[in-house]
T-cell receptor, first 115, second 112 residues
Framework: GAGVSQTPSNKVTEKGKYVELRCDPISGHTALYWYRQSLGQGPEFLIYFQGTGAADDSGLPNDRFFAVRPEGSVSTLKIQRTERGDSAMYLC?????????????FGPGTRLTVL | TQLLEQSPQFLSIQEGENLTVYCNSSSVFSSLQWYRQEPGEGPVLLVTVVTGGEVKKLKRLTFQFGDARKDSSLHITAAQPGDTGLYLCAGGRQTGANNLFFGTGTRLTVIP
């Protein structure tokens, strides 16, 4: 079956612009995670959804970052007033039940570049 | 701030050599996972360990979870060029949070 997909694969934007990054999880997976990976580092947790609700958003760096999952499937990560420091690989993962140690399956990521 | 520190950060070895990658923390984890990531792709799960002292083998890869569940190691025997990649350890916390805390990564290059 299809894995986790993310679009776009690459996004180049200018400082101050608004961007949306999309994640399509594996069908039937109730848990969805967003991570951010800077060059040369491991991924860092941003937000976790169980169904439609954000169960843990403690990793969002500030109020410019917001994510939704209105129907419990596709999720969109939204970044307002982008800054150069937001440039990174944004990874989405999904898992079947969300309980540790639940296996998280990662998408290929969206490479965001803020000029 | 990353809770898990990996060493070495970079490793370049000849085909056929053995190597060990370490993942250390001062925090206790309920589970420890190892991933491999290729350029331009997301991490792919290799193994999950959940019991202190647990050892798991995956072909030429041996994974161990420390007795206190604060550290882990990955040992590769007779490395091959196909083992080249970024190796990441990731821990799940005992408090029940479902997000993973990733290590800093070890970039392995196996030279033919």
């Amino acid at each position: 079956g299809a894995g986790v997909s993310q679009t776009p694969s690459n996004k180049v934007t200018e400082k101050g612009k608004y961007v949306e990054l999309r994640c399509d999880p594996i069908s039937g997976h109730t848990a969805l995670y967003w991570y951010r990976q800077s060059l040369g580092q491991g991924p860092e947790f941003l937000i976790y959804f169980q169904g439609t609700g954000a169960a843990d958003d403690s990793g969002l760096p500030n109020d410019r970052f917001f994510a939704v999952r209105p129907e419990g499937s596709v999720s969109t990560l939204k970044i307002q007033r982008t800054e150069r420091g937001d440039s990174a690989m944004y990874l989405c993962a999904s898992s079947l039940a969300g309980g540790p140690p639940d296996t998280q399956y990662f998408g290929p990521g969206t490479r965001l570049t803020v000029l | 701030t990353q809770l898990l520190e990996q060493s070495p950060q970079f490793l370049s070895i000849q085909e056929g050599e053995n190597l060990t990658v370490y993942c250390n923390s001062s925090s206790v984890f309920s589970s420890l996972q190892w991933y491999r990531q290729e350029p331009g792709e997301g991490p792919v799960l290799l193994v999950t360990v959940v019991t202190g002292g647990e050892v798991k083998k995956l072909k030429r890869l041996t994974f161990q979870f420390g007795d206190a569940r604060k550290d882990s190691s990955l040992h590769i025997t007779a490395a091959q060029p196909g083992d080249t990649g970024l190796y990441l350890c990731a821990g799940g916390r005992q408090t029940g949070a479902n997000n993973l805390f990733f290590g800093t990564g070890t970039r392995l290059t196996v030279i033919p």
